[in-house]
């Protein structure tokens, strides 16, 4: 079964941001891409505002809610009382956990669980008592006392970190290398009772690789790539295109 798809609306939130204006209108986008057969929308919103703004959550609930009831609504970002405020406002139906430096321009790495063990096991616990489903940022390479620390946590996910897979994109040798150890990681987070996302540098390209090594793939979201795709093609036909790369 293929993976579930959901768009990343961050890059189009930074270039709307490129001016005052309310154009590219992230709603706009994120029917157009739920209307071609996406599955959820992503955000991240960052303390800075640098793309996602914080009013910009409750017009995507609503559009989820009154048009796409079936869709997905995932808010990534780093735990602070401000980001779990900003969750407990918009109900999303999954929150995705990263260890990001609020100055970061993008997600470069996943949870270190056994020096964070605690911290996240209240900022999971917090979000379950609340009914989300909560996923957890994880290196590619993570060793077993990782993943059994992240599933320590009460988590329900695992999103693994495809970057260095994706910087791979002009030497096939180390591509095959990172795709192993994403397959090694996705099978230990399923002995731990753990569903798998993936996401970060994911193209139409390299998609198919990763959904083949880890047929149980629950979900990838997309947001560089599939902007980028769009630009070329439109998003409609972008996400049809990812949806095709994501089909064993």
């Not at 590219?24 to 891409?33: D, K, N, Q, V, W």
């Not at 695992?158 to 910087?167: F, K, S």
């Not at 996302?197 to 193209?203: I, P, Q, V, W």
């Amino acid at each position: 079964m293929a993976p579930k798809l959901s768009i990343n609306l961050n890059a189009v939130a930074m270039l709307r941001n490129r001016r005052d204006v309310p154009w590219p209108s992230l709603t706009g986008i994120g029917r157009i891409a739920l209307q071609a057969g996406g599955h959820g929308l992503t955000v991240h919103p960052r303390p800075d505002q640098r793309h996602i703004r914080f009013c910009d959550l409750p017009d995507i609930r609503n559009l989820i809610d009154t048009e796409f009831e079936t869709a997905e609504f995932n808010i990534e970002g780093f735990p602070t009382d401000q980001f779990l405020q900003l969750v407990a406002d918009n109900r999303p139906d999954q929150v995705t956990l990263v260890p990001d430096d609020p100055v970061q321009s993008t997600s470069d790495h996943g949870w270190d669980f056994i020096a964070n063990a605690e911290f996240l096991k209240s900022c999971v616990g917090r979000l379950k008592d609340q009914g989300f489903r909560v996923s957890l940022f994880c290196d590619p390479d993570a060793s077993a006392q990782q993943v059994a620390a992240a599933a320590s946590t009460g988590a329900d996910r695992l999103e693994l970190y495809t970057g260095p897979y994706g910087a791979q994109y002009d030497n096939p040798e180390q591509a095959i290398a990172e795709v192993a150890k994403l397959k090694s990681t996705a099978q230990m987070a399923q002995t731990y009772g753990l569903l798998v996302n993936a996401g970060h540098d994911l193209t139409v390209a390299n998609i198919p690789a990763v959904v083949q090594a880890i047929p149980t793939l629950s979900e990838v979201s997309i947001g560089h790539a599939m902007t980028a795709q769009a630009l070329e093609f439109g998003m409609a036909q972008a996400v049809r295109d990812f949806l095709a790369a994501c089909d064993p």
